[in-house]
């Protein structure tokens, strides 16, 4: 039978190091939750390098001429609205400012998808901001059209067979700025999809890939989920031509347009958070090396 | 055999191969020419047919659901309250898809304050548990993990737009991992599936792939 006293003495007391290798979650989530809280309340305007897949984006939007279209897709679900909508918004803001520049807006993800749309546009909100901007004039909004990448495809061929009227019944024909000028996805001056979830085989992003990228070589750009994007680069800047990375891409195009939007923002805990991480991962590692060497007979350290 | 018999088997192959090698042939097709329109119509044609297939699909998936929760429910199996849980959430949702449709307020109204809000929290404590993985797994234990580890500190700075500020050398090294090793992996992988996926559609078409087998 083991005493007490023989039974402490037999233990040793972990060493510091191997206590702080083995710290539980709640002070590693509590830290984190400070660096994701504390920009909220106090904004620190971290800088934002802008990179060249957003100057990419820009340049191209300044270069549409009057009369050119564009397509614009919010394929991103509802709950993902935090990773793309800031993004989106500053877009639609530089394509409104071109004067004569048409856009196509729709949505293939899924029915809610248009609850993303009407948040944007309740940002945008183009009827106070832009007056001179009319519905089927400048802008047409196509809604939901179900089917995922079979259609997104068959858009591609011909758009006016899949979506012959618009979201409110209105028929493409009375809106002749957009009949007149869209024939397949080879018209569109430039294609934006709002998206990225499920990677380059993912049903909407994929068929976006396929259809305006591949087929037709239209100037394509992504409004990105950011935990995908290292699936999309095999195709930059061939095919894909621009991607804005999540908020952090939102906050580089808000930079570009000099506004301070939802994207430069979120942009501050996007920041401290990855500080903390990385400072987290490195002092483990110097923990854990130091560690092992104390682990080490002292004749052989 | 009859001819009937030989028919009656191959005839899901026969349809097989002809709607696989049809869509094969339209999709590189522009409506340009006569026969570019001629094979994009019947593209579009059978795109609305794949979409009623996948609306059929949701049904039996429905039916599904409803079925084997209510099984559950009814035998009281280990945790049928989540199952009591589904089965009302799903009521609720379909009562209020036909009451407004799918942009009615009803529907709006459940999409914002119950879907988005569980979804952005799920998406919320993705963020911690991640935190809490880096600190655990990432340990230069190997020279692989080395490897692993250098490369994801580097493109983790990338996307911390704090880090490219600072540190602009960091953004032409990210860019760099993701434009060379990580475009050379992942392309020689998309070739990989690529041909896997022609030697399977073969394989249908000659019948040799056994469906359910």
């Known amino acids: ?301 | 055999m009859s001819i009937f018999t030989t028919i009656r088997r191959n005839i899901d192959r026969a349809f097989l191969t002809f709607f696989m090698l049809f869509l094969l042939i339209a999709y590189p097709l522009a409506p340009t020419t006569d026969f570019g329109k001629f094979m994009t119509s019947w593209y579009t044609k059978i795109t609305g047919w794949i979409t009623v297939l996948g609306a059929w699909a949701i049904m039996i998936g429905v039916f599904a659901l409803v079925r084997n929760n209510l099984k559950n429910i009814y035998k009281r199996a280990e945790g049928w309250y989540y199952d009591a849980v589904t089965i009302v959430s799903f009521v609720i949702f379909v009562v209020a898809g036909f009451m407004g449709g799918s942009t009615g307020p009803i529907m709006t109204w459940l999409t914002t304050n119950v879907t988005r809000a569980v979804s952005t929290a799920l998406l919320g404590i993705e963020a911690f548990l991640a935190t809490s993985a880096y600190y655990r797994a990432y340990r230069l234990k190997t020279l692989d993990a080395a490897i692993l580890l250098i490369s994801s500190l580097i493109v983790l700075m990338w996307m911390g737009p704090v880090f490219g500020y600072l540190f602009p050398q960091i953004n032409d090294l990210a860019v760099w991992l993701l434009l060379n090793p990580n475009s050379a992996a992942q392309r020689a992988m998309f070739v990989g599936i690529g041909l896997g996926l022609i030697a399977l559609a073969v394989r249908s078409m000659l019948g040799r792939e056994r469906y359910g087998a």
Request: net charge neutral.
């Open chain 1, 1 to 301: 039978m083991e005493l007490r006293g023989e039974r402490d003495m037999s233990r040793k007391k972990p060493r510091w190091t191997t206590r702080l290798l083995n710290l539980d979650n709640p002070p590693i989530y509590a830290i984190l939750l400070i660096f994701m809280i504390l920009p909220l309340f106090y904004p620190l305007n971290t800088p934002v390098p802008v990179t060249a897949m957003a100057i990419d984006l820009y340049n191209k939007i300044e270069s549409l001429k009057p009369g050119d279209v564009v397509l614009l897709d919010f394929s991103w679900s509802y709950s993902f609205k935090i990773l793309h909508e800031a993004g989106h918004v500053a877009v639609l803001r530089h394509l409104l400012s071109k004067p004569g520049v048409k856009i196509v807006m729709v949505c293939f993800m899924g029915a809610d998808s248009e609850l993303s749309w009407r948040d944007v546009m309740a940002i945008v909100d183009i009827e106070k901001n832009y007056p001179d901007k009319k519905y089927g004039k400048d802008w047409i909004w196509l809604g939901y059209i179900p089917g995922g990448e079979a259609t997104v495809l068959a858009f591609a061929d011909n758009p006016w067979a899949i979506a012959p009227k618009d979201k409110y019944g209105t028929p493409i024909e009375q809106y002749p700025d957009f009949y007149n000028a869209v024939k397949t996805g080879a018209d569109f001056a430039l294609v934006i999809e709002g998206g990225g979830h499920g990677g380059v085989n993912g049903h909407v992003t994929g068929g976006f890939l396929k259809s305006y990228g591949l087929k037709y070589h239209c100037w394509l750009a992504y409004n990105m989920d950011p935990s995908v994007i290292a699936e999309f680069y095999p195709y930059y800047p061939t095919i894909i031509k621009s991607m804005l990375n999540g908020n952090a891409g939102a906050a580089e195009y808000e930079r570009l347009l000099n506004m301070r939007g939802a994207g430069s923002v979120m942009v501050d805990a996007l920041s401290m958070t990855h500080l903390y991480v990385i400072a987290l991962i490195v002092l483990t590692n110097i923990v854990y090396l130091y560690d092992k060497y104390l682990s080490k007979p002292r004749s052989s350290r």
